[in-house]
């Protein structure tokens, strides 16, 4: 996912310095430019070369190449996305967590850019089967070098991850393993638009900042290595920073826009071994989404590994492990057995040690594996919300817990991006809040919770925010997973949806009529999480808020509403958590707050009320 770079210098005799600069160099750094070692001190281990790749059209991909410093053929990585992957250096974020620790296990790495970021030549449209096609003839270059073995693999969290899905489903011969990690299944569902709201914040940041800035990164680092094509390559691209932003704003449902964006459509494509890593909590891609690609994947070896946690969990040393295992079994072709193991594998309670110039040390609570995902022991369980705000396996049946029970909109809500958002206590009068008595066993939560419930509203649209937490015995609040709706986009999608999973068409908006009660169905990220022994699960409605947690602030209906959920007979609020019995909990609950993307909000202090 990738835009047009900045324009860069103006003035008509550099532009022509430039670009007489660019018919001397092109031809010989189209090919490849000469290696270079990194300095003059002999403690050096590896060289850099940096140029331009051809494609069929005659645009040009930046790349830069890190190669062990003994010459000979490795077996080759490649990093490609829309960032700063064809200016990677050793010391920056990049050469952290793949440069050096890939070049350490003995392969080489090729970082390049997507057309049209950085130094690339060309126009990125935001297509996938175009970067497809793309990554596709960069695979065959790169193993036609003198340094590569010739077998090729792909790494990279994000949008690298995607290319690497959209690299693989054009089936180019030399690829022979790809492990993606922060990546969706749907763009629309899972990352910009969820909940059928646009993410302003998500979709301005990203397009504004996080990818303009990061290319021009890139293009700095390339210039101060020598690369004397960049500053022209640049001055030609179009001038439109956000050209990201304003499409994803023209479509604010999942019309074919979205649909022809999306991973799902094509993974049916991609047959090389595959292993996937994802984090409960991503704050840019809702957990569903790699779960949903893992089920998708017609690979004859397929791996998933799943842990609570955000976006960046692949900085995670468990995970560069497996990752590399797997790397070294189809790349390498090194029998390590890694295939015969369970595919897929979930990290129990990961918690991070501050991250070093080495990368980010974690620790599992414990381990579990499972032929399948669903995890096949895992049981739907009922669970009835009751006016009186209690989560009850048993029906509801005294007229205390049949009752409506209304809210304020938008005067409550949760902001989960921190530990210092979260203390922010959501305002009662806009939340309902639904919690378990105190559990008398550990209670092991794997896959899909559920949420059904009856609500009706005084206005024509309103929208829902859903959170699950857990509370300790101390009142202390963890936050566990969330969900955002659109009450006019709550269609289901009967193609996508199933008994487990619901999942919205987001085709088209269907107002409410005020006062009229309704079915809705949402379902929330996938999650792995043990309620202990003593704890309380808690479920709450309420308000999105604008303010980005961390990532997303979505555009929210302004009206003020009173809306109000049922739990009568007729209408059966209720929460399906998927349980897995006798699972066997390895270690005790970390403290309150030190989980990364779970913030924890301690049970504030009681303060008298004044007279």
């Not at 062990?68 to 967590?97: C, F, H, M, Q, W």
């Not at 996938?128 to 590569?148: I, K, L, T, Y």
């Not at 414990?366 to 096949?376: A, E, G, I, L």
């Not at 193609?495 to 006062?515: C, H, I, K, N």
Request: charged letters at 20%.
């Amino acid at each position: 996912m990738s835009y047009v770079a900045r324009r860069f210098g103006t003035a008509r005799f550099v532009f022509c310095l430039f670009a007489f600069a660019y018919t001397l160099l092109g031809a010989a750094q189209s090919r490849a430019s000469p290696s270079e070692s990194l300095s003059s001190a002999a403690s050096v281990q590896y060289q850099r070369q940096f140029g331009y790749l051809p494609l069929k059209d005659g645009v040009r991909l930046a790349y830069v190449a890190w190669l062990p410093k003994k010459t000979g053929r490795y077996p080759t990585l490649i990093l490609y996305g829309p960032y700063d992957e064809s200016g990677a250096d050793l010391d920056n974020y990049v050469g952290t967590y793949f440069i050096r620790p890939y070049l350490e296990a003995g392969y080489a790495l090729v970082g390049i850019n997507t057309r049209g970021t950085g130094c690339s030549e060309g126009l990125n449209d935001y297509s996938f089967v175009g970067e497809g096609v793309d990554g596709a003839q960069a695979v065959e270059w790169v193993a036609r070098q003198p340094w590569s073995t010739g077998n090729i693999g792909m790494v990279g969290n994000s949008s690298p991850g995607y290319t690497q899905f959209e690299t693989a489903a054009q089936h180019p011969p030399h690829l022979k393993a790809i492990v993606p990690t922060g990546v969706a299944a749907s763009d629309y569902r899972e990352v910009w638009m969820v909940g059928g709201m646009t993410h302003q914040a998500l979709i301005s940041g990203w397009s504004l900042h996080v990818e303009p800035d990061s290319a021009q990164s890139s293009a700095e680092t390339r210039i101060k290595w020598g690369d004397g094509l960049c500053a022209a390559i640049r001055a030609k691209q179009p001038t439109v920073r956000a050209s990201a932003y304003w499409q994803m704003l023209e479509h604010p449902l999942q019309d074919e826009y979205w649909e022809t964006r999306s991973m799902e459509g094509f993974i049916g494509e991609v047959r090389v071994p595959t292993l996937i890593v994802g984090g409960w909590q991503d704050q840019w891609e809702f957990s569903t989404g790699a779960i949903r690609l893992f089920g998708l994947l017609k690979a004859d070896h397929k791996k998933i590994i799943l842990q609570n946690g955000g976006h960046y969990v692949y900085h995670r040393d468990v995970n560069h492990l497996q990752m590399r295992r797997w790397l070294d079994r189809w790349v390498k072709g090194e029998k390590n057995g890694i295939e015969l193991e369970p595919p897929v594998t979930v990290f129990h309670e990961v918690v991070d040690a501050p991250a070093t110039a080495e990368g980010t040390h974690a620790t599992p609570g414990w381990t579990t594996t499972y032929d399948r995902w669903p995890p096949p022991k895992a049981r739907p369980s009922t669970f009835f919300l009751t006016a009186r705000g209690v989560l009850n396996t048993e029906r509801p049946e005294s007229a205390a817990d049949l009752g409506p029970a209304t809210y304020i909109y938008p005067a409550g809500t949760e902001l989960f991006g921190d530990n210092t958002q979260f203390a922010l206590v959501p305002n009662p009068i806009g939340t309902l809040n639904y919690r378990t008595e105190p559990m008398v066993s550990d209670l092991t939560i794997l896959g899909v919770p559920q949420l059904t419930f009856y609500v009706s509203s005084d206005q024509k649209d309103t929208d829902f925010l859903v959170t699950l937490k857990d509370i300790d015995a101390e009142e202390n609040t963890l936050f566990l997973q969330r969900a955002y709706l659109r009450a006019s986009l709550r269609a289901l999608d009967p193609a996508r949806s199933t008994p487990e999973v619901a999942v919205q068409s987001f085709r088209a908006a269907e107002m409410l009529e005020p006062g009229r009660v309704y079915e809705i169905k949402l379902s929330l990220g996938n999650i792995g999480h043990v309620v202990r022994r003593g704890h309380r699960l808690e479920l709450s409605i309420l308000a999105p808020n604008p303010v980005p947690q961390p990532e997303m602030g979505p555009i929210t209906v302004a009206l003020p509403a009173l809306n109000t959920v049922y739990h009568d007979a007729a209408s059966p609020s209720a929460l399906v958590l998927p349980i897995v019995p006798d699972e066997i909990v390895a270690a005790p609950p970390p403290p309150c707050g030190i989980l990364v993307m779970q913030p924890c909000r301690p049970k504030p202090p009681y303060v008298e009320p004044p007279e």
